[in-house]
């Protein structure tokens, strides 16, 4: 995307996708170097949605020189969003700076509150994605949990990233569960089976995704992406073959 995100997106429509998730407007303001109105035109040449994109919260970011967070420049994050198609706006990961106590996490779940009512106002869902620091547990609690309940369940929903949860040793049946409804979005990667539980392609690994996606009324689950951090030769390759053991096994 970063080289040649004209020829990325073709491949990936060409592959099968119909829709993706974005991320990179964080700093730049921008969509892969595009403005909303130009990006929305790639993504409709392709037969593509974006459905969501990733964002930074920006908190280790004090000087506010990144824009487009959600503590800085919030505002026009959104139009842009709200101008592409975008129907969910993610608060994609924490730097390890804004991983403090417990206390912090709860002065954040209002960060994300307010920044979720800006999106509710432009029809947008705000949700929250998981890796599996928010399950190295503080006092007897996990800050994963903190977030749950201290956000308004309706205004903070859930991007729920099946690797970095089963990695942390954590249930996804079991949040569903506890949460019904709270996890309209899933990123799909998998396991690999050797010592180090590195990525891999979906339905090469060790995670059942069969009996995750037979909960996924209760997760509330409405989109899942295909995820592969790192993938052992070209990503089209990993991403197809993800493509295909989804499309004859799970959907």
């Known amino acids: 995307m970063q080289a040649d995100p004209a020829g990325t997106l073709a491949k990936v429509a060409q592959i099968g996708f119909n829709s993706v998730e974005g991320a990179t407007y964080t700093g730049t303001e921008n969509f892969y170097g595009m403005d909303p109105k130009t990006f929305a035109a790639l993504l409709k040449k392709n037969g593509l949605n974006m459905r969501s994109c990733h964002y930074r919260l920006g908190e280790d970011n004090a000087n506010g020189e990144m824009k487009g967070t959600i503590l800085h420049d919030w ?12 129907k969910y706006m993610v608060c994609a990961w924490l730097a390890p700076s804004e991983r403090k106590d417990l ?3 709860k002065s954040m779940a209002a960060q994300l509150n307010t920044a979720a009512k800006t999106c509710k106002a432009a029809g947008i869902q705000f949700c929250y994605h998981n890796h599996d620091f928010e399950f190295e547990a503080q006092n007897g609690q996990y800050p994963y949990d903190v977030l749950l309940d201290n956000t308004d369940k309706d205004l903070v929903k859930m991007e ?3 690797y970095w949860v089963t990695k942390a040793n954590q249930d996804p049946i079991a949040l569903f569960e506890k949460h019904p409804g709270r996890f309209p979005l899933w990123h ?4 690999d089976k050797g010592g180090e539980h590195s990525f891999t392609e979906v339905g090469n690994g060790s995670i059942d ?10 997760a509330g689950m409405k989109y899942f992406f295909v ?10 390759d990993s991403i197809t073959q993800s493509y295909n053991y989804i499309k004859k096994n799970l959907v």
């Open 227 to 236: 995820e592969q951090d790192k993938c052992p030769g070209s990503p089209f």
């Open 103 to 105: 206390d912090h996490y």
């Open 209 to 218: 995704f069969k009996k995750i996606f037979a909960h996924k009324a209760t």
């Open 188 to 191: 799909l990667k998998d396991m």
């Open 75 to 86: 505002d026009r994050a959104v139009n842009d969003a709200a101008a592409v198609g975008i």
């Open 160 to 162: 729920m990233d099946l």
